[in-house]
Every structure is written in C-alpha cells, then in structure tokens.
C-alpha cells in the first residue's frame, strides 16, 4: 500500500506495516483513501486533474477510461465555482462510486436553526467532443433520456474548433422537453478563464478568472458526514492522500 509522508510529501510503497512512520521525518505516514463519502474541494478537483495532465499528458488524460471520475470532478468543480460566484455559497463534490447516475454530486451545509442541512445538487456530465458538429446534438441526446428531475446536466464544451452561440441554444432548449433542472454549458476560454453558462431554465452568465481559483483554494479541501450521528454532523478530514490512479 502507498503512503504519504504529511511533512515531506513524500510518498512510498510500504508492505507488511499498517502505520509507518516516514524515514526522515519520523512522522505517522498517511495511508491512501478512496472517493466513498468523501467531499472534496473544487480547488482539490482541479489541482488533481493538473497533475494527471502533467504526469500522463493532456492526450491520456482526456482518453483513459481510468481517470474519467477525475475528469468528472474537475467539470463538477467549474459548476461549484459558478454557483459560489452567483451565490456566495461554498460547495464540495462527491463522486459516486456506487451507482451508474448520477456521475457527481455537489454539497453543501446549511446551518440552519433547526440544525445543519445538507443541501444537494445531483450532477449528470457530457461532453461535446469535435466529431460532433453541433452541440444542440448532445444536449438534445440527454434530453430525450429519462432523469430524476432533481438532475442539473453538465456540458463541458470541448470542441475547440466552435464557437458556443449561447443566444441560440438558450432559444433552442426552450423547443424540447427537458427533464434536466438545469442546463448548464461551460468552455474554456484561455487558462485560468472559463465561461459557465445556465442555459435552461433561467440564463446565468458567470466568467471564472484566476482571482475565483485564488478565492477557491483557501476552501476547506476535505469533508466527511459522521455516520453515526443523527443530526447532520461534518468532520473536516484536514489533510487525505489519494493516490492518482496509475496510468497504465
Ligand atoms: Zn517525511
């Protein structure tokens, strides 16, 4: 099993010995979590995408089937921004490691004076790839499927070689019957600039730019539910190691 040294960063291959304690350092190293339960800051999502960009290459990590749950939560992580620019409000992904829908979630808690409440949004993910010319194409491809109608769908506009006309599809969703809550569409614009749109129902425009990724990264990076409580109580997890998935 592979662990992490918390003051070095180091991580190691260790076998046989449940609680090592790295070799320079001395310190209780960190063994490795999984995604169940676990939320994870948009700040978290997107540094951990980068690093499987710079390990693997652009190229694999848009390809491999093995990192598309961290493709799924670098996408959901542009939305929480969105909604926390809108809003004010925080939120948290967690990737569904059980079923097949929704691909993601997003969280948040609402102190209210009743107690905590954790809010929900239930995340289905697509992306408009360049062998399909119009993205119309893609959302009206989700459309036509059945979903709970709590879904929000998500766009990540990958073809590059389009220019999103967001006028248009904002009219033309109006035309099918969405079973989505909302509809929203995203697209890179240049590093650290994101354009998140809410097409369906009502149009949001929100423009990310690195002072949102600065503001971002000062969020909590890890949160769980206690189990066994009754009243909706959250343990800030301070530092986790999850192990990128390797690539081959
Ligand atoms: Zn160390």
Known sequence: MKFLCPVCRRE????GDRNPRCRFCGVEMIPPSNYSQVWMSPSFAIRRMRTINETYGG?????????????EAWTTAMLALA???????????????VDNTPDTRLRRISQEPGGNIIETHEIEIVDWETNVG????????????AYPSNYILLVNARNSSKVVDFDRVIKEIKK????????????????????VVRVAPAPAFVELTRPDFEKA??????LRRLTRSTKSEFKDLGLLYMPIPPGE
């Open 12 to 15: 190691e291959e260790i076998i």
């Open 59 to 71: 190229d694999r990590a848009h390809k491999y089937g093995k990192f598309k749950k961290e493709r």
């Open 217 to 222: 990264s000062n969020q909590t990076p890890f």
């Open 176 to 195: 099918l019957s969405s079973p989505f809550l909302e509809v929203w569409v995203f697209v890179f614009v240049k590093p650290s600039n994101f354009t």
């Open 134 to 145: 119009d993205i119309m194409e893609v959302i009206e491809k989700k459309c036509a499927r």
């Open 83 to 97: 909604l926390t620019k809108l809003t004010g409000k925080e939120w948290w992904i967690e990737i569904e490691t």
